[in-house]
């Protein structure tokens, strides 16, 4: 009777909620969904994830049996042994290999290509975790995988010093196309360092090892004491969790970016599932879809609350990049 008397009152919130365009804040009235639409296929929307990783992918040639140190665009720096490098077989590589890198150091970044910061605790709730940086690590030989037969060290750029940090992985998926979950990984350290590069300027930033290759973080686990709980988004008619994505990102300065996974079509909201948000935060829910050639954006300011419901009235169009720029500037 209990659960029956919630889920009514659910409902009734939604049906007679309206909210103020300029304000967070919900009051009682009718609810109207801006520019109504219906059947909006999602295909566009699913391309754009390869649309937005693939670009980002930089490659490096070097000799497979040499020792090298690579240093990527956004600063990056891979440290390699010598023969840190080999054939499935065992066999010795000493021609070029390829050594492809995405790196993600903005939450408008990691939005566009449809990631988050999600991670999973050892008690399986899932939750957003506190990021540097993500990184997608690939290597091969000739077009083949290639064995990795010592650590590589990796430097990854962060102004924010002296976090205790975890490295986080992806071990379900290592393509370059998954849709990642953050698991920690277990006898890796994560250390705050600094890096004099050539011209002596000093970077702060985070190292650690990786052994095989895939989807990467360092990162650590929100240690918020604010009871948990969860947060609705009222969703534009026609769109669903096929054709859009809903994200929480927290005002941090470290990068929070929660995925909402589930969909209630019969109130036609989206949600969190394990009731982890904590209560008190100030955070901004993002609606993001791409109907047709370009994207579909809105922002909902808000403070977290438990049962809280935020409401998508109002939506941008733009490129990629204005998508990306208009994240940073939150």
């Not at 009514?8 to 304000?23: M, Q, W």
């Not at 077009?143 to 102004?159: K, R, T, Y």
């Not at 909201?269 to 948000?277: A, L, N």
């Not at 935060?281 to 300011?301: C, D, H, I, R």
Request: net charge negative; glycine share 6%.
């Amino acid at each position: 009777m209990i659960h029956f008397i919630k889920i009514f009152s659910f409902a009734f919130i939604l049906l007679f909620l309206g909210c103020n365009t300029d304000s967070e804040d919900c009051v009682h009235g009718a609810l109207e969904h801006i520019n109504p639409q219906h059947d909006i296929a999602g295909e566009n929307y699913k391309e754009s994830l390869m649309a937005c990783r693939l670009p980002k992918v930089q490659t490096f040639q070097f000799n497979g049996f040499q020792e090298m140190e690579i240093t990527t665009a956004k600063g990056t720096i891979f440290s390699i042994s010598s023969q840190t490098f080999s054939q499935l077989d065992g066999s010795p590589i000493d021609e070029d290999i390829n050594f492809d890198v995405i790196e993600m150091y903005t939450p408008g970044e990691i939005v566009a290509c449809q990631l988050s910061t999600n991670g999973i605790k050892e008690n399986d709730i899932i939750e957003p975790l506190l990021s540097e940086g993500i990184l997608y690590i690939n290597v091969t030989y000739n077009g083949a995988p290639v064995l990795i037969n010592q650590q590589i060290e990796v430097f990854m750029p962060s102004e924010n010093e002296d976090l205790f940090l975890s490295l986080f992985h992806s071990p379900s998926c290592l393509d370059v196309h998954c849709k990642v979950l953050w698991e920690r990984a277990t006898n890796t350290e994560v250390i705050f360092d600094q890096y004099t590069d050539s011209n002596g300027n000093v970077i702060t930033g985070y190292r650690t090892f990786v052994q095989n290759i895939g989807w990467k973080s360092i990162a650590r686990y929100n240690e918020n004491p604010e009871s948990r709980g969860i947060l609705y988004n009222k969703a534009l008619q026609g769109y669903d969790n096929t054709n859009s994505t809903v994200y929480l990102i927290y005002d941090s300065p470290s990068i929070a970016v929660g995925m909402f996974s589930e969909f209630d079509t019969k109130n036609e909201v989206f949600s969190e599932k394990y009731r982890q948000i904590p209560n008190n935060t100030s955070a901004n829910v993002l609606f993001v879809s791409k109907p047709e050639n370009e994207f579909t954006f809105g922002m909902q300011p808000v403070v977290t609350q438990d049962e809280k419901i935020a409401v998508t009235r109002t939506v941008q169009t733009g490129t990629e990049s204005s998508l990306i720029t208009f994240i940073n500037n939150l």
